[in-house]
């Protein structure tokens, strides 16, 4: 069924999941806002968009497909304004990134929260009716640490008290929510869960910890509550789905967020999350070097994300060769993978490169799989 003799994901030449999208869905997500088109009329394009995007993942060779998030505004918002109890609000800042500030949008608690009837549940429905006997369909959320990360931003946090008094009742919540999802999602024939989080990226930026002051909570004390409430929302899952985890520092419109290497959070994140494989950011010095991976236990695997989403220059070919056999140090080389270091869209806005840039770094990521694997 898959490619280059492995099984299921994660897959030697991979992907995080989110593409760039095509001037037609743009156009008809911009007159839907405005009033123009019916929520209906958007979703027969984004149907049409996505169809389209399978095909081409299909055609150039993946193992894995995913819509794209094309149903999306944001990688890890519209999950959280589905579930029950979280609502969309405009704030006055938005994230900020090296060179750029984001739209002002958040995610708030407005009552108990719960994942009965997520919307994604639907979206997964139809990617997978566009699975074959070559393919297997793939859901990306974000991890439940990024949804509390979000609950406790700045002002937020201000209503989320008004609910949740105590970190326990709100992290025991935000577990049950995400399991209802995740055996939603299972009913409806997902077997690939990825959990996309940048709160280990954060973690490892001195400037982030300079910048929120003297807190109550030491580094290793905030990694070890935010990799409990990760293993508490994956625990007791059917055996045969897999469940890996994204990390990165930020990803918009070909910029980012955040600096420095693993090692800070390597024994909880690598050490002690209960994922199955990592999908992790190495497509440049930002991300410090591979020793942090001698945390990695068990037998979990790890793609490895050297070829960068941001720019559309592609990467000479044996230096990339040249890392995976540096990183197979760590790690042995039958558990490593490759995939760009992000996704394409990680917001609607998309990196600064186009949809045929876009698909030779995949295609160079399917390349250097065949040469170093097959």
């Known amino acids: 069924m898959s490619q280059l003799n492995i099984k299921k994901a994660p897959f030697r030449a991979d992907v995080v999941g989110s593409y760039l999208r095509p001037d037609c869905l743009k156009e008809a997500r911009k007159n839907y806002s405005n009033g123009i088109i019916t929520g209906e009329e958007l979703k027969a394009v984004e149907d049409k968009a996505i169809i389209d995007l399978v095909a081409k993942q299909k055609e150039v060779g993946l193992s894995v497909i995913t819509d794209g998030e094309f149903r999306r505004s944001w990688w890890h918002l519209d999950f959280m304004w589905g579930l029950n109890g979280v609502d969309k609000i405009e704030v006055e800042q938005g994230y900020v990134f090296k060179d750029e500030v984001t739209r002002g949008e958040s995610a708030v608690v407005t009552g108990k929260i719960s994942g009965e009837n997520h919307p994604f549940v639907e979206h997964f429905k139809f990617i997978k009716s566009l699975e074959d006997e070559s393919v297997i369909a793939r859901q990306t959320i974000p991890a439940p640490a990024q949804l509390l990360a979000e609950l406790q931003r700045g002002e937020n946090l201000i209503e989320t008290r008004k609910f949740y008094k105590e970190d326990g009742e709100l992290f025991k919540d935000i577990a049950s929510a995400y399991q209802r999802v995740i055996l939603d999602l299972y009913e ?37 509550s935010y990799v409990d409430l990760n293993n508490a929302a994956i625990e007791n899952l059917p055996e ?20 420095g290497g693993y090692a800070p959070i390597a024994p909880f994140l690598f ?104």
């Open 188 to 224: 409806a024939g997902c077997r690939n869960i990825q959990l996309d989080d940048c709160t280990w990226g954060m973690f490892c930026d001195k400037e982030f910890w300079n910048g929120i002051g003297e807190g109550n909570l030491t580094l290793e004390e905030i990694a070890k």
């Open 240 to 259: 045969d789905l897999v469940i890996t985890t994204h990390v990165c520092r930020g990803n918009y419109h070909s910029t980012w967020a955040s600096s």
């Open 271 to 374: 050490g002690e999350e209960n994922v199955q494989a990592y999908y992790l950011e190495f497509d440049d010095e930002r991300s410090g070097n591979f020793e942090p991976l001698k945390y990695v236990n068990g037998d979990k695997r790890v793609v490895l994300g050297l070829i960068t989403s941001k720019t559309p220059q592609l990467e000479d070919k044996e230096t990339i060769i040249n890392r995976i056999k540096e990183a197979s140090q760590y790690v042995p080389l039958d558990r490593l993978c490759l995939s760009p270091q992000c996704g394409f869209a990680s917001t609607e806005e998309g990196n600064i490169l186009t949809e045929d840039e876009q698909w030779k770094k995949i295609g160079l990521v399917i390349e250097i799989a065949k040469e170093v694997w097959a």
